[in-house]
């Protein structure tokens, strides 16, 4: 069964602290890594997108690496701010379809704290 | 500034009755999409389209309907509200495939059955 595992559940950190989420999955086959930030109440954003020969994409104080052989994924944010408390979500793709699947995590809830 | 627009954004209901979610993109995309999101759960495909006149259900079963008369619209239906639908409906389009498939989410509706 195709699946996507985020870790941690929920992270609280202070402002101005660095954190790292992680996403593991196991779709196969694979065509791409997407994170999303959604906000309480709004739509997911697109905030890095990678393919099987990326292994690492910036996005101002996001960063996302990709290990395509052990399937696993880590979102870094740089010095947090209190706008990017918010659930981030690790969504893949397969190719396996024509409809281009996506596999979405349940999201880790970040908090951050003044 | 959003280019897929979802409304209402909130929407409070008695039981029984029969309401329609709006949808509308403006990025000229073939591929739509409903999902549909409880509190720290993961989105669940609902309904897609290809196109116009084609619409096929997701992987989560759910009692709504859709239509795809126009390319930029794509409303989903439920005939028959009961509480067992509340919950955070997203809408989304794309092109067909690749990396750069523009994947964007609605900020989506709040339904609240009572």
């Known amino acids: 069964k195709n699946q996507v595992e985020q870790s941690p559940q929920s992270l609280i950190i202070l402002e101005g602290k660095n954190c790292t989420l992680q996403c593991n999955y196991t779709v196969s086959p694979f065509s791409n890594l997407r994170w999303y930030k959604q906000d309480t109440g709004r739509g997911p954003v697109s905030l890095t997108i990678m393919t099987f020969s990326e292994n690492t994409k910036s996005n101002g104080r996001y960063t996302a690496t990709l290990d395509a052989d052990t399937k696993q994924s880590s979102l870094h944010i740089t010095a947090s701010q209190l706008s990017d408390s918010a659930s981030y979500i690790c969504?893949?793709?397969?190719?396996?379809?024509?409809?281009?699947?996506?596999?979405f995590g349940r999201g880790t809830q970040l908090t951050v704290w003044p | 500034e959003a280019d897929i627009y979802q409304t209402p954004r909130y929407l409070v209901i008695g039981t029984g009755k029969k309401i329609t979610l709006e949808c509308s993109q403006t990025?000229?995309?073939?591929?739509m999409y409903w999902y549909q999101q409880d509190p720290g759960m993961e989105l669940h495909l609902i309904h897609y389209?290809?196109?116009?006149?084609?619409?096929e259900k997701g992987d989560l079963s759910s009692e709504s309907t859709v239509s795809r008369i126009r390319t930029e619209h794509f409303p989903l239906t439920l005939e028959s509200a009961r509480p067992s639908h509340t919950s955070q409906y997203l809408c989304?389009?794309?092109?067909?495939?690749?990396?750069?498939?523009?994947?964007?989410f609605g900020s989506g509706t709040r339904l609240t059955v009572v």
């Open positions: 389209s290809y196109g116009v006149n084609s619409t």
């Open positions: 990025m000229g995309h073939d591929k």
């Open positions: 969504v893949v793709s397969d190719r396996g379809s024509t409809l281009g699947r996506l596999y």
């Open positions: 989304a389009s794309s092109e067909w495939g690749g990396q750069g498939d523009g994947y964007t």
